[in-house]
């Protein structure tokens, strides 16, 4: 997006206060039981360990990469699956994302390690986008619903920019860049 600007979405203290509630609810839901928190990189890496730093230090962390976006949209194919492999078999898994879109990735990573044998797989992301689901994927925990329109910031990045600004922003066409 050549001309672009970026429109505050979500600040700095919202996401801190919602990264707080959803640590609490989390915890209190899993009771000290295992969990293997799953990051998806990129995207969610600072959502990630804003949230882990609020967790029980009972938690064992993975964090794998897996892609779907080129530019704004989607390109439908997801790389990263074949890294999935790891120690997943028995284990309840809590997957960390970012945005719940057209769902492909979440459900493709979820049927991944059910297929491994995981026993249990609950998601949790940092915005769920209205309106934009190809296939149903339950989030258990999300931290913003948001309408369908680009995000970047708080490691949200439109081609590898914006991922280190504090907030949440809409990034929309405009004449002026910021
Ligand atoms: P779906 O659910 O479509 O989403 O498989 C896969 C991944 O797409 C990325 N995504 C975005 N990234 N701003 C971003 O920076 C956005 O508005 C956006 N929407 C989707 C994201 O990495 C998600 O995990």
């Known amino acids: 997006m050549k001309n672009a600007s970026l429109r505050r979405l979500i600040s ?10 959803l640590a ?18 990129n995207g969610a890496l ?4 804003d949230l882990l730093r609020l967790l029980p230090e009972s938690v064992i962390v993975e964090c794998r990469t ?11 194919k997801i ?10 078999a028995g ?23 059910l297929d491994m044998g995981a026993k249990r797989v609950d998601v949790c992301v940092l915005c769920r986008k209205e309106g934009t ?15 369908n329109e680009f995000v970047v910031g708080y490691g949200l990045d439109f081609d590898g920019v914006y991922r280190t600004r504090q907030e949440i922003f809409v990034l929309e066409p405009s004449s002026s860049t910021p």
């Open 46 to 49: 600072f959502f990630l360990v």
């Open 133 to 147: 689901r190809k296939v149903r994927v339950r989030a258990k925990w999300v931290g913003f619903d948001i309408k």
């Open 24 to 41: 609490e609810e989390i915890t209190a839901h899993y009771q000290g039981r295992p969990v293997v928190v799953l990051g998806l990189m």
């Open 12 to 21: 700095k203290r919202d996401i801190r206060r919602r990264v707080r509630e």
């Open 91 to 113: 284990k309840t898994v809590l997957i960390v994302d970012d945005i719940l879109d057209t769902g492909l990735t979440l459900s493709e990573v979820r049927a991944r390690l």
């Open 66 to 76: 897996v892609a779907s976006y080129a530019g704004p949209s989607s390109t439908g």
């Open 79 to 88: 790389h990263g699956l074949d890294m999935l492999h790891g120690n997943f």
